[in-house]
């Protein structure tokens, strides 16, 4: 009895180290396919923001075509149409209420004055100094500073044509430290 008894205890702690072995398996995979989870929905959240980062990209780079196409009726359309496009641009395009024409002389569209406001106003370093005015800022060694000034606020909106956009809108730039040609 005592051999049967040993093997049945020795079989019983296999089965129950075993069962062990199974079970820390089954946690393995359980954690393994939790974090498959997580990545699969990091991966979704990221495919997500690239979807949203091009249709951002789309949008800017329409407005430069329309730019270099002397569209800035497009522009204003887009902007009127989709809040979000209006977000994104960085100026806001609105077209001007009153146009004087002149008698002896037909409208030509192309003429159109458009109102231009930028979004976010780009920073103006310095200009070199012609004079002290208390709002155009502060001499400072032959440079004045705009900031938080009249000068500042006027420089953030501005009318243009759709002629000089097209005529002004190609051209080489240098963005973040590389080239861009524009034709």
């Known amino acids: 009895m005592n051999k049967e008894i040993v093997k049945q205890g020795f079989e019983e702690a296999q089965k129950s180290l075993k069962d062990k072995q199974i079970d820390e398996v089954k946690k393995i995979v359980t954690k393994t396919l939790e974090k498959i989870d997580d990545i699969d929905g990091l991966i979704d959240s990221a495919k997500q923001q690239v979807k949203d980062l091009e249709e ?10 329309d730019i270099k196409e002397g569209r800035l009726d ?22 001007e209420k009153e146009t004087i024409i002149e008698r002896d002389r037909p409208y030509y569209p192309w003429y159109q004055p458009w109102h231009v406001v930028w979004q976010e106003v780009p920073t103006i370093a310095t200009t070199p100094f012609i004079g002290y005015s208390s709002t155009a800022g502060m001499a400072i060694g032959g440079l004045t500073t705009q900031a938080n000034s009249d000068v500042y606020n006027c420089a953030s909106s501005f009318t243009v044509n759709n002629s000089i956009a097209k005529h002004a809108g190609s051209g080489t730039y240098e963005v973040h430290g590389h080239i861009v040609h524009l034709r």
């Not at 951002?56 to 075509?65: N, R, S, Y």
């Open 56 to 65: 951002k990209k789309k949008i800017l780079k329409l407005d430069i075509d």
């Open 74 to 95: 497009r522009i204003a359309e887009r902007q009127e149409k989709d809040e979000k496009a209006k977000a994104i641009s960085v100026i806001i395009v609105i077209k």
